[in-house]
């Protein structure tokens, strides 16, 4: 056991936080727009791609830095730690890229890495349904081949940075008869056509975070298939594999940074001294010191021996319910601010809402847990 | 970042998982707390082995090894249950090697290392301890008393009543003394206290996921409207749950374990958060492992019970987890204080 970083390890960090210090992002857009927003952050990616930041753990011969998971998970601490926003198109970075280095054909690594890389193609993800959300494999968006073309048509919701993106991975039922989780084929749609319509969906902080697509009769090459015609479930666990690995780190840093903004104004309020208001932050802390924990565990079980133990499944679990536990108590410690529309601790307040359902619902990870770590049985249910 | 073991402390941690698993069965354990008093012939058997000296020094007797070491027996004796004063006997000696001179160190700790003595630890308001686990059995006893420091004397010097706990795999005892009973321990007694805060977190840590082992057994075999009740998400959530406690208790004691050999200045804190979470832990899996067992898990002869006893006395030793959260808020308080000054 051996809780430190190394020399390289170190120097990695080092060498990002000079750098993060050195080259700030512009100032964020005051009351911008969507489209302003992403701009504002695409023109971030486009400094970070210049530096060679924009996807250290991507390989060298990808235009990454080629970066051990340790440093990966680094880059991410140091990401949230700087609150810097993330790339415009993180999506792409984080789970497309991965998602083409493993299924993609060299034609399509050529094609569309770059262009992820350097920002100049947003990319979104098209997997959930209004009636397909945890239960994806059951999604219902129609692929039917039309010579060397797909016609596609079906509804997507969820799907963030749609109105900017170009692509989609988009995952479509293109064999009804055989069971669920074969019939299913990934695609890569191009979001610049007619047959695809993006509505904004407003979600309880009052902003549109995510959109529906509505897709009526899309055409998508058959080149643009990724990893084979019904092997559509496989490539999208890789791309679910890949949502929280790197991000997870991030997000553990913002809590950390939002607990500590709460137990300073409980310090200001001299709620520090109050036993309830003291038990209850030292509860926190010690959930966020096990979360960061179980997040560097899980890493290093995955360099050890191939594969992460159980606390994979555990840190969005214990991650998500402590957001939300701390900002319900920052209502009590930092008082009427947070419930005071448009300020920034009430959309951590409202926003923290969507941590146990997003990325897997709470109910979900349970289920994976009960299932896959403990090994229980699973009720049968009606199909 | 590394938490893997050792290739030596994946020895000790098979060996002893082997050992126990042939020594310490269920049904002994349950013959020794029936009958009140500990498995003599096991504690010889680790005694052979020399595990109440793992990790006192070896000029002292012990095997020099550290606090990852004794965390590992630790919690294989936790998982087990298993009727030996062990725990009690590492925790005196923990004590006395942190905050004993080096005459107290030749003279107290070669035996409570090789096993010769049993050790036990009592936390006294005004020279007057309840519940010292193994205090009856105990030869050498030291006592911490908030604001007076600790103090360690012989089974002599003190008065030993025996005083049985709902935990009957070990002993427990009132033990008093004189305000000028025994001798005092002048060195680092809050470095002793959180070393010790990690051996018993760890003891929770085995005794959480043997628990929950049981219970995942139990729910598998056990069927209900046709089906094994842990097919039912109100149970196998209440499992999950279990799984995600017991991993916060042990990752927050292997820190704490972590930082008392290679980051003591860390330790303080990492023995609050890890006594608090293994306390929490402690009493929630086991209480949930008895509720998972329906009916029969609140019979004597399923065995979970013991798993719960233990965990209630291990909960409350050495403060529970409220008193380790309030000192954990004070550490985050001076820290605040510190980053303004």
């Known amino acids: 056991m051996d809780l430190t970083f190394s020399e390289r390890e170190a120097a990695f960090r080092d060498e990002l936080r000079g750098w993060l210090e050195e080259n700030p992002p512009d100032p964020k857009p005051e009351n911008g727009d969507e489209a302003a927003l992403s701009e504002w952050r695409r023109a971030w990616q486009r400094r970070l791609y210049d530096a060679g930041w924009a996807a250290p753990s991507w390989p060298t011969e990808y235009g990454g830095r080629g970066c051990t998971p340790t440093e990966s998970a680094i880059y991410f601490e140091e990401i949230g730690r700087a609150r810097v926003p993330l790339a415009a198109n993180v999506l792409g970075l984080l789970l497309g890229g991965p998602t083409l280095m493993a299924w993609g054909t060299d034609e399509q690594k050529e094609r569309y890495l770059p262009p992820i890389l350097s920002g100049e193609e947003i990319w979104c993800q098209g997997f959930s349904e209004p009636e397909a959300g945890s239960d994806l494999a059951g999604l219902k968006t129609r692929a039917v081949k039309d010579g060397d073309e797909w016609v596609v048509n079906g509804q997507k919701v969820w799907t963030s940075g749609a109105q900017v993106s170009k692509w989609c991975m988009l995952v479509a039922r293109t064999d009804t008869d055989v069971p669920k989780h074969?019939?299913?084929?990934?695609?890569?749609?191009?979001?610049?056509?007619?047959?695809?319509?993006?509505?904004?969906?407003?979600?309880?902080?009052?902003?549109?975070?995510?959109?529906?697509?509505?897709?009526?009769?899309?055409?998508?090459?058959?080149?643009?298939?990724?990893?084979?015609?019904?092997?559509?479930?496989?490539?999208?666990?890789?791309?679910?594999?890949?949502?929280?690995?790197?991000?997870?780190?991030a997000l553990q840093i913002r809590l950390r940074q939002l607990l500590d903004d709460v137990i300073e104004a409980a310090e200001r309020r001299g709620l520090l001294e109050d036993p309830l208001y003291a038990d209850a932050l030292a509860d926190l802390h010690m959930r966020c010191e096990s979360i960061r924990l179980l997040a560097w565990k899980g890493l290093s079980d995955v360099e050890r021996y191939g594969q992460p133990g159980p606390e994979g499944s555990l840190v969005k679990w214990l991650w998500s319910e402590t957001n939300q536990r701390l900002t319900q108590l920052s209502v009590d410690i930092v008082g009427t601010d947070v419930l005071k529309a448009g300020s920034d601790w009430s959309y951590e307040l409202l926003r923290a809402r969507g941590n146990t359902i997003e990325g897997g619902t709470t109910e979900v990870l349970k289920n994976i847990v009960a299932e896959r770590v403990l090994g229980l049985p699973r009720l049968k249910v009606a199909a | 970042m590394d938490f893997g073991l050792t290739d030596d402390q994946r020895e000790i941690q098979r060996t002893a998982r082997e050992l126990l698993a042939e020594r310490a069965r269920p049904e002994r354990v349950r013959e020794h707390a029936e009958a009140g008093r500990s498995d003599e012939q096991l504690w010889r058997e680790l005694c052979e082995l020399g595990w109440p000296g793992i990790a006192v020094a070896e000029r002292h007797g012990g095997q020099g090894l550290g606090s990852i070491e004794l965390s590992i027996l630790c919690e294989e004796l936790g998982s087990t249950v298993a009727a030996v004063p062990f725990l009690p006997s590492v925790l005196a000696s923990t004590l006395i090697e942190h905050a004993g001179s080096?005459?107290?160190?030749?003279?107290?700790?070669?035996?409570?290392?090789?096993?010769?003595?049993?050790?036990?630890?009592?936390?006294?308001?005004?020279?007057?301890?309840?519940?010292?686990?193994?205090?009856?059995?105990?030869?050498?006893?030291?006592?911490?008393?908030?604001?007076?420091?600790?103090?360690?004397m012989s089974a002599a010097q003190a008065e030993i009543g025996a005083s049985p706990s709902i935990d009957p795999t070990r002993s427990c005892a009132r033990v008093s003394a004189p305000a000028d009973g025994g001798e005092p321990l002048e060195g680092e007694v809050a470095a002793g206290m959180d070393r010790a805060l990690v051996a018993v977190s760890s003891e929770l840590v085995g005794v959480c996921d043997r628990a929950l082992k049981m219970t995942v057994a139990y729910v598998k075999e056990r069927r209900q409207f046709g089906v094994p009740v842990g097919s039912y998400q109100a149970v196998s959530h209440r499992c999950a749950q279990m799984l995600l406690e017991t991993e916060q208790a042990r990752s927050t004691t292997a820190y704490a374990a972590w930082a008392a050999d290679a980051d003591p200045e860390r330790l303080a804190e990492a023995a609050a958060m890890a006594k608090a979470a293994a306390s929490d832990a402690g009493r929630e899996v086991t209480a949930s492992a008895i509720q998972a067992h329906g009916g029969i898990g609140f019979t004597w002869e399923a065995d979970v019970h013991w798993l719960y006893k233990r965990a209630q006395l291990d909960a409350a030793l050495l403060g529970a987890a409220k008193h380790h959260r309030a000192r954990l808020a004070g550490v985050l308080a001076e820290r605040l204080s510190a980053h303004v000054s």
């Open chain 1, 182 to 249: 074969k019939g299913l084929t990934y695609f890569l749609m191009d979001m610049e056509q007619d047959a695809v319509q993006v509505r904004p969906l407003r979600q309880i902080t009052g902003e549109a975070e995510f959109n529906e697509l509505f897709i009526e009769d899309a055409r998508i090459p058959d080149a643009n298939v990724v990893g084979g015609v019904g092997n559509g479930w496989q490539v999208a666990l890789t791309t679910l594999m890949n949502e929280r690995a790197g991000l997870g780190f």
């Open chain 2, 102 to 152: 080096p005459e107290q160190h030749e003279r107290l700790l070669p035996a409570l290392a090789s096993g010769e003595s049993k050790g036990a630890l009592g936390v006294a308001v005004e020279g007057v301890a309840e519940l010292v686990v193994g205090g009856s059995e105990a030869d050498v006893i030291v006592l911490v008393e908030e604001d007076s420091g600790a103090r360690v």
